[in-house]
């Protein structure tokens, strides 16, 4: 059996056996880095499909892009931005533009940069004003338009942002919190906490009660209001994901305990 075995081996290591080749170990697909700084650019323009590549080249870009349909006149107080980007290159017309400079340049609490959309008829009939703008004739090569926002942002000068001074009988302090009643705004310091309108609620409503006790029956009734309770953790929830924004703990709360069985409070 041992020669037949050695027999065996002689034949195989004579024979011509084909090459088997190991596939190559492709490196892994680069995993892309998180943007280091990103800017925030508005978008305003009545029919979105229009500019869908141009928001997809800002967004590749690290731009963080709104979307709107219309201009609504408090989005320079409720929001910070380094650009707006106005599309009238379907809608527009000479008029239209007029006003909508005018409202922006009265509108605006400081210079924030502004790129216009506009048609090749209407860039056709600019003249005064109007060409003291950024235009920018769409539809255009997106490249373009990243070139063109790219540019004024980067020859704009860096504004800080802004905080609110609300009168005082709208402003309503608790320890490194204020709060806004008419705009609906909650800042710490110089930064603004953004929470949506029923985190906003609950935590005004647990300010206003001044350190009192509220029941979650109570919450429900007000805010959602609603008297049903059976099973329901939607107060717990959205309480959860306040004290998340406010950076709160609820083992050693800073800003709200929870009162066992019953609600909530504000922390001494």
């Given amino acids: ?9 002689i034949n195989l290591s004579g024979r011509r056996l084909p090459l ?54 408090d989005l320079h107080e409720r929001l910070d931005f380094d650009l707006l980007v106005y599309d009238l290159s379907v809608a527009g017309t000479i008029d239209a533009f007029a006003g909508i400079s ?9 210079t924030t940069p502004c790129l216009y959309l506009v048609g090749e008829k209407m860039i056709g009939n600019a003249s005064g004003p109007m060409l003291q703008e950024e235009l920018l004739v769409w ?20 504004v800080p942002k802004r905080g609110f001074l ?13 709060l806004d009643r008419e705009r609906m705004s909650v800042q710490r310091d110089e930064d603004r906490i953004h929470l949506t309108k029923t985190e906003y609620d609950l935590l005004l409503k647990l300010i206003d009660a001044k ?5 979650r029956e109570e919450m429900l009734s007000d805010i959602w209001e609603t008297d049903f309770t059976g099973g329901s953790n939607v107060v717990d929830v959205h ?25 909530y409070r504000l922390a001494d």
């Fill in 1 to 9: 059996m041992q020669k037949q075995t050695d027999q065996i081996k």
């Fill in 20 to 73: 088997r080749v190991k596939p190559a170990l492709t490196d892994p697909a680069p995993v892309a880095e998180a943007c280091p700084i990103t800017r925030r650019v508005i978008l305003i323009s009545p029919m979105p499909g229009q500019v869908h590549e141009l928001v997809k080249a800002l967004t590749d870009s690290c731009f963080d892009v709104l979307v709107f349909h219309r201009w609504e006149p």
């Fill in 102 to 110: 005018s409202r922006l340049n009265r509108e605006a609490e400081y």
């Fill in 139 to 158: 539809p255009a090569r997106p490249q373009e338009a990243l070139y063109r926002v790219q540019r004024m942002i980067g020859n704009s000068p860096t």
């Fill in 166 to 178: 609300p009168k005082e009988g709208q402003r309503i302090g608790f320890k490194d919190l204020w």
């Fill in 211 to 215: 350190g009192a006790v509220i029941s």
């Fill in 239 to 263: 309480i959860k994901s306040l004290r998340k924004k406010l950076g709160d703990n609820a083992a050693s709360p800073k800003y709200i305990v929870t009162v066992r069985g019953v609600g």
